[in-house]
């Protein structure tokens, strides 16, 4: 399985859907992290990207999505504030707590690191905080648009330029970083930090790194980014800051995962599926000595980190028909030189099955389709085609079935 990023959308602290990506490692993660991107930028930014990707190549998945206003998110740009970010970035958390689990680390780029640190005390799970470029003062930002100020104050709003784009920055928003002190926050933080700036940053100024790691308890941690500017546009700039970050917060996060089955093998013709405690689907199956993962998609509240249960039963089908095939061309000795199953599981119309005994409401339709490959003359394909409706789980799913269940 392959490292990936899936879309997702939850709904913010003031009821909009924001937009959100999860980045996600080959297999199991080993912790998951909840990344804030900077003041009007988007998730999609290059350095939350290169982050993402880096943490989830050492196995943290990440979340990155947009503040409200912003980005693919819903929502009005102008009605929000440094308030309004942290409360989602909370939202953000509970979000992973209830759909897999709660973010061990917080990551902060420019305002996001601001935000983090407002909102880490809200996010009891979360052991590591790792801020980069961050303004020690929310209010920093301010500076931006220092020529519309008296606009803003005069008429409650003004349209500014930020990055090259138009955002409208009304009075409560400078209101409210006016009031956001982060010294208290950072003093009783009572978890682990790193602090990323690079001394040339010319947005956010190197002294501001000083303020953070000043009130900071141990265990607390600098990283000079060297000559990164504050966007880190250079690929290998947010690479290094992903590297150091795993390496580091690797301390925090206990043990890695083992991936050697940790359950007692059940015996052969046995399976056992348990949950795993993580997210609302995911399950841990247990097969003889062999073990693997079963889970939904994003689209219906699952991780996406295993195949389904229809997904398993086609797998099982498909095993099946290949194995039946390739043992009778065997035992026939035809050049048979490969098999390949293709299966998709729906529900159709009673009435539109012909050959159905069932004529009302739906029934369950697999369609499979068999490749056969190799110099097979026509009468020997036909005979692979029979032979595939015999092999012993298409007898099953077609027979009469019993199950019975009993409670231990």
């Not at 909102?119 to 519309?148: K, L, R």
């Not at 050697?260 to 097969?287: M, S, Y």
């Not at 498909?318 to 390949?340: D, F, H, I, N």
Request: aromatic residues 6%; proline residues 6%.
């Amino acid at each position: 399985m392959a490292a990936r990023s899936e879309k997702l959308t939850f709904q913010g602290a003031s009821g909009e859907m924001l937009a959100a990506r999860l980045d996600l490692p080959a297999g199991e993660p080993r912790a998951m992290a909840l990344f804030a991107h900077c003041f009007t930028c988007s998730k999609d930014i290059f350095a939350a990207a290169r982050i993402a990707a880096g943490l989830a190549g050492a196995g943290i998945a990440v979340l990155r999505f947009d503040f409200t206003g912003l980005g693919h998110s819903e929502g009005e740009f102008a009605n929000t504030n440094f308030s309004s970010n942290v409360a989602d970035l909370v939202r953000a958390a509970d979000y992973l707590r209830e759909t897999y689990e709660a973010p061990k680390i917080l990551i902060g780029h420019s305002l996001g690191g601001a935000a983090v640190l407002a909102a880490a005390g809200q996010v009891p799970e979360a052991v590591a905080v790792a801020t980069i470029g961050a303004p020690a003062d929310p209010a920093h930002v301010a500076h931006t648009f220092q020529s519309s100020r008296e606009e803003i104050e005069a008429n409650g709003e003004a349209e500014v330029l930020l990055a090259g784009r138009p955002f409208k920055i009304q009075k409560q928003f400078l209101e409210d970083i006016a009031e956001q002190k982060l010294e208290s926050a950072v003093a009783n933080l009572r978890k682990a930090l790193i602090v990323f700036h690079a001394p040339r940053d010319m947005t956010v100024g190197i002294e501001n790194a000083g303020h953070i790691f000043g009130p900071a308890r141990h265990p607390k941690s600098f990283v000079s980014l060297d000559d990164a500017d504050h966007l880190l546009s250079r690929k290998a700039d947010a690479v290094y800051v992903a590297n150091v970050l795993s390496a580091w917060a690797s301390r925090y996060l206990g043990e890695a995962p083992v991936t050697a089955p940790t359950a007692a093998p059940v015996p052969r013709g046995t399976v056992v599926v348990r949950e795993t405690g993580k997210g609302r689907f995911l399950q841990d199956v247990v097969a003889g000595p062999h073990r693997l993962q079963a889970d939904e998609p994003p689209d219906v509240g699952g991780t996406d980190l295993g195949p389904g249960p229809y997904d398993l039963l086609l797998a099982g089908l498909g095993a099946c028909t290949s194995m039946t095939v390739r043992m009778y061309a065997a035992r026939k000795e035809w050049p048979l030189e490969g098999v390949e199953v293709s299966l998709v599981h729906d529900r159709i119309h009673a009435q539109d099955c012909e050959d159905c005994e069932s004529k009302e409401g739906k029934v369950d339709r697999i369609a499979r389709q068999l490749t056969l490959k190799g110099p097979l003359d026509p009468a020997q394909r036909t005979k692979l085609l029979e032979i595939a409706d015999k092999c012993p789980v298409h007898r099953t799913l077609t027979n009469e079935i019993k199950i019975e269940t009993v409670l231990v």
